[in-house]
């Protein structure tokens, strides 16, 4: 079956660049969501189709994919983006969601 | 505004069932795919079962084949997960969450969950 890997964990600093990354086997020929979770919360849709920004998504929130890896970038980090990140990529019409990482703002 | 409400969640004893509910407003439920993702208590999501907005194909998680069904009304805009042979590893906050289409496609996303529904298995 098909598996996407995630750092458990990342931290950055206020006002810096956080990059969490995605690794699955020719990622990159695979479209990738990106959710945020905040504790006690659903998850909410950050980025779409690699790149893509939902309505309503801060544009710090911005991704990339090729080859093996999908990053998730946020600029200019703020405390409110303290959450759980995971990305996730559609196999066989299933889906299939990394384990997550949680970014800590620090 | 879109609005997704699970409900039918409680406490079960293990082999038991469990009929989970999700009633959708502020969009046409009849033309979106709708699925079911689920977490387990401190840990990551994982996803349950598909199905189409027709309501003819359906796509489960290995770990659930023969146990759960999904289905669905478009009259009631509410999507069903009928859970069997519970077991402690099926306890969970089950999310409903809407597809950007009418099914998988290339490109397909989430958009929009639900707040969840907790199952409790236990005896």
């Known amino acids: 079956s098909y598996e996407l890997t995630q750092p458990p964990s990342v931290s950055v600093s206020p006002g810096q660049t956080a990059s969490i990354t995605c690794s699955g086997d020719k990622l990159g020929n695979k479209y990738t969501c990106w959710y945020q979770q905040k504790p006690g919360q659903s998850p909410v849709l950050v980025i779409y189709?690699?790149?893509k920004r939902p309505s309503g998504i801060p544009e710090r929130f911005s991704g990339s994919n090729s080859g093996n890896t999908a990053t998730l970038t946020i600029s200019g980090t703020q405390a409110m983006d303290e959450a759980d990140y995971y990305c996730?990529?559609?196999?066989?019409?299933?889906?299939?969601f990394g384990g997550g990482t949680k970014l800590t703002v620090l | 505004e879109v609005q997704l409400v699970e409900s039918g969640g409680g406490l079960v004893p293990p082999g038991g069932s469990l009929r989970l509910s999700c009633a959708a407003s502020g969009f046409t439920f009849s033309i979106y795919g709708m699925h079911w993702v689920r977490q387990a208590p401190g840990k990551g999501l994982e996803y349950v079962s598909s199905i189409t907005s027709d309501g003819d194909t359906a796509h489960y998680a290995n770990y659930v084949w023969g146990r759960f069904t999904i289905s669905r009304d478009n009259s009631r805009n509410t999507v069903y997960l009928q859970m069997g042979s519970l077991g402690p590893e099926d306890m969970a906050v089950y999310y409903c969450a809407k597809g950007s289409s009418g099914s998988y496609s290339l490109g397909y996303y989430l958009d929009y969950w639900g707040q969840g529904t907790l199952v409790t298995v236990s005896s």
């Open positions: 189709q690699d790149t």
């Open positions: 996730q990529a559609w196999d066989s019409s299933t889906a299939v």
